[in-house]
């Protein structure tokens, strides 16, 4: 059987992300025979911004409850979510440079993480859904969220930080690819 032929990815893909692909130190590099498609930088923009406004409404919560009302327990979980909110910001550039996604002849490849790495690929012909979401702070930096779903409930993969316009060109591409290449379950 002669391998398929690659399929044609969209320019758009590739406009307005982010040059190259974070990879982790020290570990063996994969060898996959497409090329890797990235986020918009705007997606860490986006999350700065909302988890931004989440850590305000922490500390303006712990300091309602703390120095109004007098209780004083508040502080210790108020602390907790802050630091691990402010740790997330911290590390947050870093992981959106790890993510990516690669169109091949048969599947995408879906990959994100620098310490703990998950890489999921999706055959064409088991989509049985691509879904693209957007909430209002998305919208206003015009990224997106493209979501596949298989039968198989681990394999539903979502790609965070694309934009308007990729995310539209990769759902129209997957859905004629996997039309194509429909498998029966």
């Known amino acids: 059987?002669?391998?398929?032929?690659?399929?044609a990815?969209?320019?758009?893909?590739?406009?307005?992300?982010?040059e190259k692909l974070r990879e982790p130190r020290g570990a063996g590099r994969i060898d996959l025979d497409g090329r890797w498609h990235q986020?918009?930088?705007?997606?860490?923009?986006?999350?700065?911004?909302?988890?931004?406004?989440?850590?305000?409404?922490?500390i303006v919560a712990?300091?309602?409850?703390?120095?109004?009302?007098?209780?004083?327990?508040?502080w210790i979980p108020?602390?907790?979510?802050?630091?691990?909110?402010?740790?997330?910001?911290?590390?947050?550039?870093r992981q959106a440079r790890a993510i990516g996604f690669m169109l091949r002849a048969d599947d995408i490849v879906f990959r994100k993480g620098i310490l703990w790495q998950r890489i999921i690929?999706?055959?064409y012909g088991r989509m049985q859904?691509?879904?693209?979401?957007?909430?209002?702070?998305d919208r206003a930096f015009g990224v997106s969220q493209l979501k596949m779903v298989t039968a198989a409930a681990t394999t539903g993969v979502q790609i965070p930080g694309l934009t308007q316009a990729a995310a539209e060109a990769l759902r129209d591409t997957l859905i004629d690819?996997?039309?194509?290449?429909?498998?029966g379950l």
Request: no cysteine.
């Open 62 to 74: 712990a300091l309602i409850l703390g120095l109004v009302l007098h209780q004083t327990w508040i």
């Open 78 to 93: 108020a602390g907790i979510i802050s630091v691990m909110m402010i740790i997330t910001l911290v590390i947050l550039p």
């Open 1 to 7: 059987m002669a391998p398929a032929t690659p399929i």
């Open 121 to 123: 690929a999706v055959p």
């Open 177 to 183: 690819v996997a039309e194509t290449r429909r498998t």
């Open 129 to 137: 859904l691509v879904d693209i979401t957007h909430g209002p702070l």
């Open 39 to 58: 986020i918009s930088p705007r997606y860490v923009v986006s999350q700065f911004l909302q988890n931004g406004i989440l850590l305000a409404l922490v």
């Open 9 to 18: 990815t969209p320019p758009v893909l590739d406009e307005g992300t982010y």
